[in-house]
């Protein structure tokens, strides 16, 4: 993440805080951060392009590429890593989102945040957590979305 620090026009003291810096929301990025926060799941680039293209007809992959790539250096969009998949993306998520993956379609989502905690087994003391994030891989069945 960038950040800017401002600084008094008659010294070279800085304000009392930063702020973080983004890149400046444009009808492109924003249609991609809304696809990302309706679809509630991890999407492939080609399906923000589908999605976003309803708003912003014009939109091009690699504008989506591109944008991601700024989105995801900023902390306001995070890559998702699925087996057999191109790199998927999805909107920031708390530490230990659990990610249920139908291996007989490919097919991802998120539990709700609500769906219950996850024991971890005892780590060694030298070993410090700092995130985790969970995969269930099964199928979906008949009531899968």
């Known amino acids: ?7 008094y026009s008659d010294s070279k003291q800085p304000y009392p805080f930063c702020m973080p810096f983004h890149s400046r929301e444009t009808r492109q990025r924003s249609a991609i951060r809304n696809a990302l926060k309706t679809a509630d799941k991890p999407l492939q680039p080609k399906e923000i392009q589908d ?6 007809p014009k939109i091009g992959l690699a ?5 991601l790539k700024k989105l995801e250096e900023e902390g ?5 890593h699925l ?3 191109a790199r998927c993306y999805a909107s920031p998520r708390k530490p ?19 769906s219950g905690k996850v024991s971890l087994p005892p780590l060694p003391k030298y070993f410090k957590l700092q995130r985790y994030d969970l995969v269930l891989r099964g199928t979906f069945g008949k009531r899968g979305k």
């Open 1 to 7: 993440m960038h950040y800017i620090i401002l600084f």
């Open 51 to 56: 999605i976003a293209s309803r708003t912003s």
């Open 96 to 114: 230990g989102a659990i990610l249920l993956y139908c291996e007989d379609s490919g097919r991802a989502e998120f539990l709700p945040a609500d």
């Open 63 to 67: 504008t989506i590429y591109r944008n």
């Open 83 to 85: 087996p057999g998949l």
């Open 76 to 80: 306001l969009v995070e890559a998702v």
